[in-house]
Structures are given as structure tokens and as C-alpha cells.
């Protein structure tokens, strides 16, 4: 059933490639990918149905009855940049990872409510968006972090003095962390910062380019020469 439920996943919805490959592409370029699950319950009314015979309904009833729709684990691509965790010289010593998410408005509303939504601080919007987009003026920077030890998840933001939410355990998972294991680049055994591949022959690589330029300035220096027999006559 897990292994249906996986392939279902991959297959029907973008987000589990499209964060696969971006993963791979940071494990590459600066040495460290990164991707983060959440899960989503989809809520809905739950039909009170007809009243059965000899019953009495009431109709004081405030709200209608609430019943689990579906349920999915969103993959989010997580920017080498916006990922950290404790320092640690193994993963298995790592107590605590976050993230950093850019909210926008509705996103802010919805997931802490208007009233708190209005009181967090705005912040710049990526670098990637300021690309001939125009930045969110609502937008914020939210931290998600995941702490081990206490098995709590808070979120919280630089600019307010208190967090904005905190949770024991929300996902029960085996190993807590909504994370898995980056994929790193070259590590060593007292250290989690990865060496990028460029790095480790960059000096190779230099050298390369220079040997290559000098080798395209002397073929366009050469000049074209040569001799003929005069005495001979072209028919």
C-alpha cells in the first residue's frame, strides 16, 4: 500500500520531481540539497443527513459536523540559502533544523490568522523575484524550525518578540524532523559543511581556461601565407 501510495505521488503531482531535480542541481552547484514534507488535511461539512424515525432533531445546532476529505504530503523544494540546522559534525548529531519561507499576505492570513498576520514585520522579497518581477510590498520572512530535543516546532520572525506559533510534535513522525538527510556534496567526519565538486578541482580547472585562451589568441594571430611559380600559366 506504501509502495502504491509513493508511485501515485510521483506520478500525478509536479512537485516531487520538480523538487527531486532542483535538489540534485543545489547537490551539484554549491553542495547541499535540500527538500521538506508537509502535510495537508483537507477538511469538509459533513452532511448531517436525514433524521431517522421516533428521533428528535434539534436545531441548535451552531456548526455542522467536520469529516477528513483527503489528506496529501506536499514536497517543497527548500533553497540552499533558506535551509540550516545545529551544528553537528554527522547528521545523527543534528538537534535542530529550519527553514525560511517568503509568505505573501493570504499566505500570512490563513496560517496565523489576520489579526497576527497584520502585525508581522514585511521584509524584501527574494533576490530570484526582484528579476524583472515586481516585489510583494506584504510579503514576510518566516522561520519553521524543528527541535529535537524538546519535540516542539516553532515559527517565529526576526522583527516580532514572541513566536508566532508553537507545536508538540505536530507530525509524530519516527525521526521528528520533516526533513530528510541533505544531499551533500564532499564531507568530512568532524563537519556538515559541504565541499562543492568545483571546489576540489578549480586550480585544474583555472588552468584550463588560460591554456585554452592562449591557444585561441595564437590562432587568430596566425596569418595566412604562401608562394606560386609565376612561370606557370593557369589554364
Request: glycine share 6%; aromatic share 10%; net charge negative.
Amino acid at each position: 500500500i506504501l509502495e502504491r501510495a509513493l508511485d501515485y505521488e510521483i506520478q500525478h503531482y509536479s512537485d516531487y520531481r520538480a523538487t527531486m531535480t532542483q535538489a540534485v542541481q543545489d547537490r551539484f552547484l554549491p553542495g547541499r540539497g535540500t527538500a521538506w514534507v508537509r502535510y495537508e488535511p483537507h477538511i469538509k461539512a459533513a452532511s448531517l443527513g436525514e433524521p431517522e424515525d421516533g428521533l428528535e432533531v434539534t436545531e441548535d445546532v451552531d456548526e455542522p459536523e467536520e469529516t477528513l476529505d483527503y489528506e496529501c504530503a506536499p514536497i517543497d523544494y527548500v533553497h540552499w540559502k533558506d535551509f540550516g540546522h545545529s551544528v553537528a559534525r554527522t547528521w545523527e548529531e543534528v538537534t535542530c533544523v529550519w527553514r525560511k519561507v517568503y509568505m505573501q499576505e493570504p499566505a500570512k492570513i490563513e496560517r496565523f490568522g489576520e489579526e497576527l498576520a497584520k502585525k508581522i514585520p514585511v521584509d524584501d522579497a527574494p533576490k530570484e523575484k526582484n528579476k524583472g518581477e515586481q516585489a510583494d510590498p506584504t510579503g514576510s520572512w518566516i522561520y519553521e524550525i524543528w527541535d529535537k530535543d524538546t519535540k516542539k516546532a516553532i515559527w517565529l520572525h526576526k522583527g516580532m518578540p514572541g513566536l508566532l506559533d508553537e507545536r508538540d510534535d505536530p507530525l509524530g513522525l519516527e525521526n521528528f524532523f520533516p526533513c530528510p538527510r541533505p544531499l551533500f556534496a564532499t564531507l568530512t567526519n568532524d563537519s556538515l559543511v559541504p565541499v562543492p565538486d568545483f571546489t576540489l578541482y578549480q586550480d585544474q580547472a583555472n588552468e584550463l581556461d588560460i591554456l585554452a585562451d592562449r591557444i585561441d589568441g595564437l590562432v587568430k594571430a596566425l596569418k595566412v601565407q604562401g608562394t606560386y611559380d609565376a612561370t606557370q600559366k593557369v589554364l
